[in-house]
């Protein structure tokens, strides 16, 4: 056994700790491919890197139709269309609406620009370049047993993918949850954006335990969430401020990074979600009494090729061309921490946003505008996704999960944290080397139990939880007296 790892800017001793402890534990070989580290933060825009593509675009201009050209058996546009988008989608013109994410929607509609051409020409050629560069690695590497890769959305990640399949090569993917403190770590040859764990959990059991281990797992789910440390977010004294003194409801629009890939790997009506979030803040508006908080996400500033907080600015200048009396009922803000918008919000809108999973953990039932890999398991709203469907606004007694829901709610997140998440420590080491070792994810609740430090809350947690979150110690408490 020998393992790649295809860059070493996602994997380091800091993100993925467990993963090199078991490695080094069981004296496991791997190897990092950083040759072309200048190629990793492409990020869809490859005109700095044109002459060493030089031979595929000549490739890539045999051909009239992009959309189908293959390599060594594989379609490039497949290959390109999630990076090509994360740099499209830093450009106004993509957001005017009504663009759906369907493959050759999004090819005629970049081949009406120039610069869009040119782009999705490199993004192509890149492609071609990267397949054969992994081509001709594993012939000179044929030791590689394994590939273990981040999120599995770029060019270089694609294309590596394809390749270690077709040589029968085992991929393991890999991306971290909104906790900060777990990741994924299964095998698949799919993207992992907005599809972990899909299809598994419909059908999957993992409540054949006893009550009171269904109960232990249930506070290891609550205590990895109070104590995650996403770094994507802020996590701060910056706390939500309520601007209104009337007592209409407050409606929460939880945004996302622009060119996220899980918006950019799952097909939808409409492509941009800035055209999304429009579209419902006016119907919000004229529909209801509703305020809204729209939430920006701060990685934007962070995230390739904005590095600016290009949807705040997009929602800001949405609301300035409403009428006054509209105006004065949106608040955008982008650092304070969404926890600290719950207490004063009474529903919660987004598209696949995992900030929708932080919001049913305090009681609410998200109305989804989208597809998400937590759809349609019974704790959020998954109507039609066409807007004049919203149901009744002034019903907020729709936006909170019932004892019921929330119940579903906590199954979910038993089932992921049970089957598909390991924690970033070091004692869960042993769970990377099974799924080196197995064709599938190994069960894990019964090492979340043996290590477990304690059993039970302790009791200054536990009053904390009991003034802050009353409503959900009384559903924990209805539900572990039911499975009794």
């Not at 380091?12 to 534990?25: D, E, S, T, V």
């Not at 496991?28 to 492409?42: D, H, K, L, N």
């Not at 929607?105 to 370049?129: R, S």
Request: charged share 20%; glycine share 4%.
């Amino acid at each position: 056994m020998k393992i790649l790892f295809p860059d070493n800017w996602h994997f380091h001793q800091r993100n993925y700790a467990p993963i090199f402890q078991a490695l080094k534990q069981n004296s496991i070989p791997y190897v990092f491919e950083t040759s072309r580290g200048g190629w990793w933060r492409a990020h869809g825009n490859y005109h700095n890197l044109r002459n060493s593509l030089r031979n595929s675009l000549e490739y890539v201009d045999q051909f009239t139709d992009l959309e189908k050209i293959d390599h060594l058996g594989i379609n490039l546009w497949q290959i390109s269309k999630a990076e090509f988008l994360c740099n499209a989608l830093a450009q106004d013109r993509w957001h005017e609406g009504g663009l759906p994410n369907e493959s050759r929607a999004v090819m005629e509609y970049a081949l009406i620009d120039e610069v869009d051409t040119k782009n999705l020409t490199l993004c192509l050629a890149a492609a071609h370049d990267w397949l054969d560069f992994w081509s001709d690695y594993f012939d000179q590497n044929s030791e590689i047993t394994h590939a273990i890769i981040f999120s599995g959305s770029y060019v270089y990640t694609k294309a590596l993918m394809a390749i270690a399949k077709a040589r029968n090569i085992a991929i393991i993917l890999t991306e971290h949850f909104f906790t900060g403190n777990d990741f994924y770590f299964e095998r698949r040859d799919k993207p992992i954006a907005n599809n972990c764990g899909l299809p598994y959990f419909k059908n999957e059991v993992v409540d054949d335990t006893n009550g009171l281990d269904r109960l232990m797992i249930g506070q290891y789910v609550h205590a990895r969430i109070e104590k995650m440390r996403n770094r994507n977010t802020p996590h701060g004294d910056n706390n939500f401020i309520n601007p209104w003194s009337d007592k209409n409801p407050i409606l929460l629009i939880v945004g996302q990074v622009v060119n996220d890939f899980s918006l950019i790997e799952t097909p939808s009506n409409e492509l941009s979600s800035i055209a999304t979030y429009k579209k419902t803040i006016f119907q919000i508006l004229n529909s209801s009494d509703c305020n809204i908080v729209f939430k920006a996400h701060p990685w934007e500033r962070r995230r390739a090729p904005m590095f600016a907080p290009y949807t705040k600015i997009q929602i800001n200048q949405f609301i300035q061309s409403l009428p006054l009396k509209h105006q004065t009922r949106i608040q955008v803000i982008e650092n304070e921490p969404i926890r600290s918008i719950f207490p004063y919000c009474d529903g919660v809108v987004g598209i696949s946003s995992q900030g929708l999973l932080e919001a049913c953990h305090f009681g609410f039932k998200p109305n989804l505008l989208g597809k998400a890999f937590f759809s349609e398991n019974g704790f959020t709203h998954d109507g039609p996704k066409d807007l004049n469907c919203f149901f009744d606004l002034n019903e907020m007694s729709q936006w909170k999960l019932s004892l019921d829901e929330y119940q579903s709610y906590q199954r979910f997140m038993r089932i992921i944290f049970s089957t598909r998440l390991l924690p970033n420590q070091v004692s869960s080491s042993s769970l990377v080397i099974e799924t080196l070792y197995a064709p599938h994810s190994p069960p894990r609740i019964q090492f979340l139990l043996k290590n477990r430090k304690k059993r039970s809350l302790d009791l200054k947690e536990y009053i904390r939880e009991i003034y802050e979150r009353s409503g959900i110690v009384i559903r924990d408490g209805l539900i572990w007296i039911k499975h009794r």
